[in-house]
């Protein structure tokens, strides 16, 4: 079985993240693997070690041209299916050149955002099945009217072995100039207003009356890291607040943080939140979207009403003063993703919805 797959990010965030794991499972499992990605990607080198990579224009909604361009490339190397992984223009242009050339083609929506009624009846016809990364997408796509039997759930995963390592807590303290004793806590996300960056600002004065010698380092970049880092100077948070950036070594220190805070207004599911399971990192998050998928309450973390500031700073606070219980989430954390959330289940799922969609 030849697949393309599509995707249209330029950064390895969440979403390109899934398509390497995929890819890699797929071509374990026999698939021959084809990826159309942007010229210069950071997807794209990895990428080459489990399949081809084509590195095409995609200028994101307005480009009517990669209608055409992936037309070409479906029709030059023939792939048995085509599957599209994101949005930016690929998913409606990538279906269009899909149905032009005459491939099967699937979706996969990663997020929980709702669409109007008539964009879904129009749009999803293109796709000859859909792959919700969460059972929250899922049920968006349901109630706006999409067939049970044209989507199905396949959750996305993480690689957990980057994790299964004892982390040094207090050289990476150390390391960032703070003391061994130092409570952390960290939110990992692009920096982009859904993803809730000024409610965890908003909790903050609370917290730290709690813990006021409480570390907070936001990982990611985004459009809205000069608004962010503003706002940090505007709230007298700047001996708390560390802007990290993006950084390629997130396996090495995410384990050393006490907290992973995720106040998302909406979330497909959050790789995040696995990842940091994995690293035996409790978690406060949203109950929104995929994330109570993730995040199961009580047990490897606490959820709140997106936006509610004031559980926000009480959730922070009953994790900051509880070392034993966030030892005992980040334990039930780290055996869920184990048990729930392999890639190696998520390959065997795209690929038994790739086998029937060909099959159909």
């Known amino acids: 079985m030849k697949v393309l797959h599509v995707e ?3 950064h390895l965030y969440g979403g390109a993240r899934q398509v390497l794991y995929i890819m890699e499972g797929l071509a ?3 698939v021959d693997n084809l990826l159309a990605c942007p010229p210069g990607a950071h997807i794209a080198e990895a990428a080459r070690q489990h399949g081809r990579v084509f590195e095409r224009a995609m200028k994101g909604d307005a480009d009517v041209g990669l209608v055409f361009r992936l037309k070409r490339l479906i029709r030059e190397q023939r792939p048995d299916l085509v599957h599209l992984h994101s949005r930016r223009g690929a998913d409606l242009w990538g279906g269009i050149a899909a149905r032009l050339a005459g491939v099967p083609c699937v979706l996969s929506r990663r997020v929980d955002n709702p669409e ?19 059972e929250g997408i899922r049920e968006v796509l349901l109630a706006e009217g999409l067939a049970p039997e044209k989507v199905s759930c396949v959750r996305s995963a993480v690689d957990a072995r980057p994790y299964l390592v004892n982390y040094d807590k207090a050289a990476y303290r150390t390391k ?25 600002l908003a909790a903050l004065p609370e917290v730290l009356r709690q813990h006021p010698r409480l570390q907070v380092l936001i990982f990611g970049r985004g459009p809205l890291e000069a608004e962010i880092k503003q706002a940090i100077i505007d709230q007298d ?7 990290m950036g993006f950084v390629d ?13 995720h106040p998302a207004d909406m979330e497909g599911l959050g790789v995040s939140l696995l990842q940091a ?19 199961r309450d009580g047990e490897n973390g606490l959820l709140i009403a997106p936006g509610d500031v004031p559980a926000l700073a009480t959730a922070m606070n009953r994790l900051l003063g509880d070392a034993q219980l966030r030892s005992t989430m980040g334990e039930a954390g780290r055996a869920l993703v184990l048990r729930e959330f392999s890639t190696q289940v998520m390959c065997e799922g795209n690929l038994a919805i790739y086998k029937k969609v060909l099959g159909q």
């Open 277 to 295: 399971s994995a690293a035996r990192v409790p978690i406060v998050a949203s109950r929104a979207g995929g994330m109570p998928e993730a995040v």
């Open 116 to 134: 109007p009624h008539w964009l879904v009846s129009a749009k999803y016809r293109l796709y000859d099945h859909v792959i919700t990364i969460s």
């Open 249 to 261: 070594n997130l396996p090495t220190v995410l384990g050393c943080l006490d907290l992973l805070v």
């Open 176 to 200: 960032l100039g703070l003391a061994a004793d130092t409570p952390l806590a960290g939110m990992v996300a692009q920096l982009i207003e859904r993803k809730g960056h000024r409610h965890l």
């Open 28 to 30: 374990r499992l026999g």
């Open 237 to 243: 948070l700047s001996d708390n607040v560390r802007l």
């Open 8 to 10: 249209s990010g330029r």
